[in-house]
């Protein structure tokens, strides 16, 4: 798998107010990041697993740890769907 790196400059102040260590500071901000873009939908539940680092089923459980709906997207689809067929 090809990636790219991209770096960004957190205030030492941020990362002591989050008691975390840069790793896990840098872990955390790549789940965050998957899962708003998730919730975007500008990222696939695939795609956003692939940036979180973690199997798309683990992803989709842990979403309700972020209070967000794992199928929004789907249902959105099915609701389209079925609109359209009562038309």
Known sequence: MKACQISIEI?????????????????????????????????SDSKAAELAGMSRVEFLLNLDKYQVFPFTQELQELEAERASSHQ
């Open 11 to 43: 205030p030492e102040s941020v990362l002591e107010a989050t008691n975390a260590d840069a790793a896990t500071f840098a872990k955390e901000m790549r789940v965050l990041a998957a899962v708003k873009l998730y919730e975007m939908t500008r990222l």
